[in-house]
């Protein structure tokens, strides 16, 4: 197999019924362009079928592998062993739901050819498209949370932390990834915490993003995932993030 180019990272919890939609869409694609690729699949402690699903799918799509612990450890943690685990040289993360679409990708190669490693997609910004937008009060909730983010963080302008589609160059995945310890929802607020400490310009690029209608706020969630934020805004101030800059 010729060296790796894109390395498609999917972290899955009981995902048995929306992947496999999302695997053959990703392979769809992938498959018509002229590069080296792979979908690594972490299944995270499944309790239902999705990681026999997956190696099932193995036989339909040849670049397809599939990894994880039958213990469940949180989507930080899947998404860190995924990104660590990788081969490409550029290492993109995206949602097994197929929120945003792994065409998408197409807006991060220019950006990663001017010289950017960290690129995030963003649906808060200039040219995003939402298909199916979510309700104004939940719109209203999410901005109030990221401006509580940014604060919290120091991630200032940056106002959809929480996009699950990311991209880094494979020097900054292993040093941002290799650092990181958060395992739940706010592995991306540490992700890109690190990223600024390690001197990587953070770049943001308009994805198009389809709200799931079944999907609920939860704002135990919610309180946990500022914890969590408050934590690393501890940790930043107490200089656990103050590392020597690799870029």
């Excluded at 104004?136 to 990221?146: A, Q």
Aim: net charge positive; glycine share 8%.
């Amino acid at each position: 197999m010729a060296e790796v180019k894109l390395s498609v990272v999917i972290p899955a919890y009981n995902e048995e019924k929306r992947l496999p939609k999302t695997l053959r869409a990703a392979h769809d694609y992938l498959s018509r362009q002229g590069y080296a690729y792979e979908i690594l699949v972490v299944s995270d402690g499944s309790k239902d079928r999705t990681r026999e699903v997956v190696e099932e799918m193995t036989k339909e799509i040849p670049h397809l592998r599939v990894m994880g612990e039958q213990e469940n450890h949180g989507k930080g943690y899947s998404v860190r062993q995924g990104m660590l685990a990788a081969q490409g040289e550029f290492r993109l993360f995206m949602d097994a739901d197929n929120a945003t679409s792994v065409d998408q990708v197409e807006k991060m190669w220019p950006e990663l050819a001017r010289g950017y490693e960290v690129i995030i997609g963003s649906r808060d910004i200039a040219g995003a498209n939402i298909a199916v937008p979510q309700p104004w009060w939940r719109r209203r909730l999410g901005d109030v949370f990221n401006l509580i983010v940014q604060i919290l963080s120091g991630l200032w302008g940056i106002w959809d932390t929480q996009c699950g589609f990311k991209g880094f160059s494979a020097k900054a995945a292993e040093g941002i990834f290799s650092r990181a310890v958060v395992n739940a929802w706010a592995f991306d607020v540490e992700v890109l915490v690190i990223a600024k400490k390690l001197g990587y310009a953070i770049r943001e690029v308009p994805v198009r993003w389809m709200n799931d209608p079944s999907s609920k706020v939860k704002f135990s969630g919610m309180a946990k995932m500022l914890l969590e934020v408050l934590q690393i805004s501890i940790h930043n101030l107490i200089g656990k993030y103050n590392i020597s800059r690799i870029v």
